[in-house]
């Protein structure tokens, strides 16, 4: 099983924790085997050892079905103009949009990654407030596959293609027929599933501790049959935010910025109250390891400085070896 952290190959944050060297050296003291690394395309920190980049995950865009659609009426409805939507999606056409994620994917490809991460989903930073969707999962995984069959075509199998789980529109790990769907219809032979705990307890707003968690995470994949085999990774943390969305969904709030960009840094912190990124602290979690045998296992923990991350790691190996009864 490889084991990483998650981190952005970012200059900034490199330069912030003291170099490629002194992370390299954190990790291993870890037990890790490396980052699983997403690239910041604005501020890239390329002299990142291959040998340290043990996953990787692909650039993101949380609503982008409208734009891949081109329908421009709910575009301008979210973002007021042309202007905006060319400055978000570093273009106004479609092709813009492929070009950022085959410029990525070529990216992984050449730094030698064992897999790749794909986000399917869709959500717009209203919806992360009123909690009702413009789109249906259906509707996300059909663009979803059309998207990522364009992105693949042609491209050599040299590493797994894990689509990820979220609790917004598109791929939740939820219903075995929409897995079998998405997957059967994706034309890449490497293919598989990033199954996220956080995100999967988050499409159940009602767990109260990590135990009630475990229990719910187990059905899923009970749930699934066979198809649970196509989980080849884990994101592994926890979020229990059943009581703040219950709490702060249903309506926008009412100063919420009108302009994209303050809009977007008012929703961040909403955002990261609902996705925690908490390290497990309930010995039970090892249940979860044992019922997907993961190949590829990523601690993704709350970013900001690697003290705390690196801690917040330390803490939920801790509670494996617990669980292991080491």
Known sequence: MIQTINYPLSQYCINRDGGWELLSARVKALGLDGIEAIVDPDDLADECPDALIAGYHMVFYPDWVDFWRQDEKKLLEKFHSWEMVEQIYRGTKPENLMRQFREDLAYGVKRHTPYMVFHVS????????????????????????EFINELLKGVEPSFDFLIENQWWPGFTFTDPAETEYV???IDYPRKGVMLDTGHMMSTNPRLRNQKEAVAYILAQLAKHG???????????????SGAYVRAHTGAVPADFPT???KAFAYTYPHIEAIDRHRPWTEPDCVRILDAVQPQFLTHELS????????????????????????
């Open 183 to 185: 997957l059967s219809r």
């Open 259 to 261: 302009e994209y960009f």
């Open 122 to 145: 869709d959500v717009s930073l209203e919806e992360s407030y009123t909690y009702r969707w413009l789109h249906t999962n259906k509707e996300v995984l059909d663009a979803a596959i």
């Open 303 to 326: 970013g900001g400085p690697r003290h705390r991350q690196l801690s917040a790691a330390r803490r939920q190996l801790t509670t494996i070896r617990k669980g292991y009864g080491k």
């Open 226 to 240: 066979e198809l649970a085999k196509a989980v080849h990774g884990m994101h592994f943390h926890q979020s229990l």
